[in-house]
Nanobody, 125 residues
Framework: QLQASGGGLVQAGGSLRLSCAASGRTFSPYVMGWFRQAPGKDREPVAAISRSSGSTYYPNSVKGRFTISRDNAKNTVYLQMNSLRPEDTAVYYC????????????????????WGQGTLVTVSS
């Protein structure tokens, strides 16, 4: 089970840190990802991190502003979001897969087996 938290209302230029806590299974074998879905739009990838934190993925839309990290001892993955923009407004979902994915597969939703319930991030202008 994945439980996302940390969403809220923030002004443009501000920061938020999302957390996703995993329970019920050993966390470290899973690749973790964050996706988001804005109103009226398809869900899109935001970030992903490998099992050992040695590899990360970001689309160009968030590169340099968002940072994904994980603490395997705490069974938690984080998404630090800085310089937020109104277009970052969305429901953010964490996801997990035990598949040894890398590269472009990080961004593919069908690669992920487990999904959290989502946390809403609203960025005001």
């Amino acid at each position: 089970q994945l439980q996302a938290s940390g969403g809220g209302l923030v002004q443009a230029g501000g920061s938020l840190r999302l957390s996703c806590a995993a329970s019920g299974r050993t966390f470290s074998p899973y690749v973790m990802g964050w996706f988001r879905q804005a109103p009226g739009k398809d869900r899109e990838p935001v970030a992903a991190i490998s099992r050992s934190s040695g590899s990360t993925y970001y689309p160009n839309s968030v590169k340099g502003r968002f940072t994904i990290s994980r603490d395997n001892a705490k069974n938690t993955v984080y998404l630090q979001m800085n310089s937020l923009r109104p277009e970052d407004t969305a429901v953010y979902y964490c996801a997990a897969t035990k598949l040894p994915i890398s590269g472009s597969r990080y961004a593919t939703q069908s690669e992920y087996d487990y999904w959290g319930q989502g946390t809403l991030v609203t960025v005001s202008s």
